[in-house]
């Protein structure tokens, strides 16, 4: 299986920028796509962004479309989730996942796909 860390959350301001990481260790990273969810209190577990295995297809939500951007370098087992323009409704808890299998195409945005989770890290955005 693969376990997951994510890093990089904090507490920023309207408009700024945070960079989240998730290492991942105990298979393969470059033969698993990626993704990343957030959860925020009261509210279920939604989707944000997704990277294939190669690292060159993507998929976003709708709502963080031209802020966010999920890249990944394979040589550091890493993924990583450019969050710009963050607003207050970013405040979350945000997880990265690996997906199930082995896939050329990006996984998600169903939560199924997705078979290992990180224990997630707090995001909040001040207005």
């Known amino acids: 299986q693969v376990q997951l860390v994510e890093s990089g959350g904090g507490l920023v301001q309207a408009g700024g920028s945070l960079r989240l990481s998730c290492a991942a260790s105990?298979?393969?990273?470059?033969?698993?796509?990626m993704g990343w969810f957030r959860q925020a209190p009261g509210k279920e577990r939604e989707f944000v962004a997704a990277?294939?295995?190669?690292?060159?297809?993507?998929r976003y939500a709708d709502s963080v479309k031209g802020r966010f951007t999920c890249f990944r370098d394979n040589v550091k087992n890493t993924m990583y989730l450019q969050m710009n323009s963050l607003k207050p409704e970013d405040t979350a808890v945000y997880y990265c996942?690996?997906?199930?299998?082995?896939?050329?195409?990006?996984?998600?945005?169903?939560?199924?796909?997705?078979?290992?989770w990180g224990q997630g890290t707090q995001v909040t955005v001040s207005s």
């Open positions: 996942a690996a997906d199930r299998i082995s896939r050329t195409g990006v996984p998600g945005p169903e939560a199924t796909d997705f078979g290992s």
């Open positions: 105990g298979r393969t990273f470059s033969s698993y796509g």
């Open positions: 990277i294939n295995w190669t690292g060159d297809i993507r």
